[in-house]
Each structure stands twice: as structure tokens, then as C-alpha cells.
């Protein structure tokens, strides 16, 4: 079987937490998987990043395609209640992230460097961060609630991939339930 490039897009998840941990500042990466996918959906009228560019479902597939369990996830995951709540989550964590930064910017709070799952359970780890890079501290700061949102994202889609299948995740995927109604109006 011939191998195609999109074969290989699972690499840029790994290539993204990699490079956080050479320096956290490249965790702004995440943001390319974070706007791309509405301008797909808005000049195509079609989700392709969701259908063959996303690299965290590529991640998924490569990875849990033989661990899976290959369940049909519940009906209720499946729901659209369920895509907006995540999307209510996402929002929120967006939202906090923002204000945060704002804040940090302003001098109101304190860097906050450490990832935090959830948004609300810090993981107060030492990154490893191989390259030192001198940046206001309202860039560092963002940069670790970017990876906290990517992290846990990807956390969640891996439980749920070995749990259910592979791209069980992509049912209730924020960007996916957004880009829906563009993919509709276009």
C-alpha cells in the first residue's frame, strides 16, 4: 500500500508536546490546529481538517488502532447535549485562559508555569525545558494554558479511544461540533 503524507500528521502532535518540552513558548503551535480547521470549513463548506488533517486524530488512529477496545461509544457521548457541553467546557478554559493572561500582562497575578489538566488540577511538574528563550511572562503564562487545553484534550481522547475506538474523541471534539454549522451554511 502506497503511503501518503496524511499518513504521517500524527507526527505533528508529537512534534507539538515535544517542542513545549524543548521551550514551552512553541506550545503556541496549538493554536495552527486551533484556527485552521474554521478556515477550512469556511472557504471548503467541508470539515477536511477533521476528515484527513487533524493530527491528533491521526495520533489516535495510529496509536489505539490495535489497543482499542472497538466498543460503539455510549449513545449519550454521542448526543449533541454532550458536543455543546464539551464545547461550554472549551469556551470556558478558552475564556480563563484569556482573562488569566490579561491578568498576568497586568500585573494583577503571578506566571502561572505549570500545565493544569481540566484547567482546574495544576500539574506541577518541571518541564524539561532544553532551550531557555526570555519572554514576558504573560507569553509564558499563555503558553502553558495553551498546552494545558492541548494536553487535555488529548488525555481525554486517548482514554476515550482505548476505551470506545480509536476516534471516539472526534464525536465531541470542540472544533468539530463548531466547524458543523459552517460546513452547513457554506
Request: glycine share 6%.
Amino acid at each position: 500500500m502506497k503511503k501518503n503524507y496524511t499518513d504521517w500528521l500524527f507526527l505533528g502532535t508529537l512534534l507539538f508536546f515535544g517542542l513545549s518540552f524543548v521551550n514551552i513558548l512553541f506550545s503556541w503551535l496549538g493554536l495552527i490546529c486551533m484556527i485552521t480547521p474554521f478556515i477550512m470549513a469556511y472557504k471548503t463548506g467541508k470539515k477536511p481538517w477533521c476528515t484527513s488533517y487533524c493530527p491528533r486524530s491521526s495520533l489516535f488512529t495510529k496509536a489505539l488502532g490495535k489497543i482499542s477496545l472497538g466498543k460503539q461509544p455510549p449513545k449519550g457521548l454521542l448526543t449533541k447535549e454532550t458536543g455543546k457541553f464539551v464545547i461550554q467546557l472549551f469556551c470556558v478554559n478558552l475564556m480563563l485562559a484569556t482573562m488569566s493572561t490579561f491578568m498576568v500582562a497586568s500585573g494583577r497575578i503571578p506566571v502561572m508555569d505549570y500545565p493544569r489538566f481540566l484547567m482546574m488540577f495544576p500539574i506541577q511538574v518541571d518541564f524539561p525545558q532544553l532551550i531557555s528563550i526570555a519572554a514576558p511572562g504573560f507569553l509564558i503564562h499563555a503558553s502553558y494554558r495553551i498546552f494545558s487545553i492541548m494536553m487535555t484534550s488529548t488525555i481525554i481522547g486517548l482514554i476515550l479511544g482505548i476505551l470506545y475506538r480509536p476516534r471516539a474523541w472526534c464525536a465531541i471534539c470542540p472544533i468539530q461540533t463548531l466547524t458543523t454549522p459552517i460546513k452547513l451554511s457554506a
